[in-house]
Nanobody, 124 residues
């Protein structure tokens, strides 16, 4: 069982930046995909960015390209989402999640089986 704990959310003005962190612990498979998702009130959960635990390519939804950066520390215990140029549409609860093996079809939230509790991001 994988445990995920997000942190770093908060309130920020339009154009500001936030750095979200996801602490990964527990019995993670040797290879997994870690994704950041978000869900705004009344909207479906959507994938924002992902990366494979073993390194390699990172993946971004179009809305995140050029503004958000996903990265992993060397110990693979923390995955961060650095967000800049925030706009009101970025207001949402942000979640990290893992799924086994690759990041194929990473935008599909139903493929992910371990989730954190979420951290709120508010942009005004």
């Amino acid at each position: 069982q994988v445990q995920l704990v997000e942190s770093g959310g908060g309130s920020v003005q339009t154009g500001g930046s936030l750095k979200l962190s996801c602490s990964v612990s527990g019995d993670a498979d040797n290879e997994y995909c870690l994704g950041w998702f978000r869900q705004a009130p009344g909207r479906e959960r959507e994938g924002v960015a992902s990366l494979p635990s073993g390194g390699g390519d990172t993946y971004y939804r179009n809305l995140a390209k050029g503004r958000f950066t996903i990265s992993q520390d060397a110990g693979k215990n923390t995955v961060t989402l650095q967000m800049s140029g925030l706009i009101s549409e970025d207001t949402a609860m942000y979640y990290c999640a893992t799924k086994r093996l690759s990041c194929f079809n990473w935008k599909e939230s139903s493929d992910f089986d371990s989730w954190g509790q979420g951290t709120q991001v508010t942009v005004s």
